[in-house]
């Protein structure tokens, strides 16, 4: 799966329209008869779209995400694809939109194994033992484009990376991280001066 995603991502089409992703593997467990040892990996990802692609050609239809990862995958049968876009309501709250992406956010990296799945059969624990056998140092989590390496530990961001102009700390209910761009490294950086929420009026 991890070849057919880079071949999609080189594609002109895609690189056309994304700036960045954040991609997240998941493994759920078939609940059919005679398939209880079963594992259905697939991939949760985030795009980030240029500001252009909601509108004229750039657009890309559910119908063409499709065709592009059957063709990047090879596959002979139509797998489910299913897109959705996470951008701001102008009829909802700048509260309620943050809560959006957020939602959309933890949709994306919640866990990349259900938790009841590992539980679903009274198996000892064998399903869970043979995926972890197979996955074992499989890197479930990634980034790229402009989003590369925003995925870091904070033990691997440089001070470079984590330049601040203010000493205020503002306390708030919520924990906000920010993220700046840097040209010279072609990503974006945790910055925590924007993790400060601006005043509402």
């Given at each position: 799966?991890?070849?057919?995603?880079?071949?999609?991502?080189?594609?002109?089409?895609?690189?056309?329209?994304?700036?960045?992703?954040?991609?997240?593997?998941e493994l759920t467990r078939p609940r059919y008869k005679?398939?209880?040892?079963h594992a259905h990996p697939h991939f949760h990802v985030m795009l980030l779209v240029k500001s252009t692609?909601?509108?004229?050609?750039?657009y890309i239809k559910q119908s063409e995400w499709t065709e592009m990862w059957i063709k990047a995958m090879r596959l002979d049968y139509y797998p489910q694809?299913?897109?959705?876009?996470?951008?701001?309501?102008?009829?909802?709250?700048?509260?309620?939109?943050?809560?959006?992406?957020?939602?959309?956010i933890l949709e994306t990296f919640k866990y990349s194994v259900k938790p009841a799945d590992m539980l679903l059969y009274d198996d000892q624990g064998a399903w869970l033992h043979e995926v972890t056998r197979q996955t074992h140092r499989m890197r479930f989590y990634s980034d790229g484009g402009v989003l590369k390496g925003i995925l870091k530990n904070e033990d691997?961001?440089?001070?470079?990376?984590?330049?601040?102009?203010?000493?205020?700390?503002v306390e708030t209910d919520e924990t906000r991280f920010g993220f700046?761009?840097?040209?010279?490294?072609?990503?974006?950086?945790?910055?925590?001066?924007?993790?400060?929420?601006?005043e509402t009026a």
């Open positions: 799966m991890n070849a057919g995603w880079q071949r999609l991502r080189q594609t002109k089409r895609f690189e056309s329209v994304v700036d960045g992703f954040l991609k997240a593997t005679g398939q209880e040892m692609y909601f509108k004229g050609t750039s694809v299913d897109v959705r876009a996470v951008k701001p309501n102008k009829k909802k709250t700048a509260e309620q939109n943050q809560a959006a992406l957020h939602d959309a691997e961001i440089s001070n470079e990376e984590m330049i601040s102009t203010t000493e205020e700390v700046s761009y840097l040209p010279s490294q072609r990503r974006y950086v945790y910055n925590p001066k924007f993790n400060v929420y601006p």
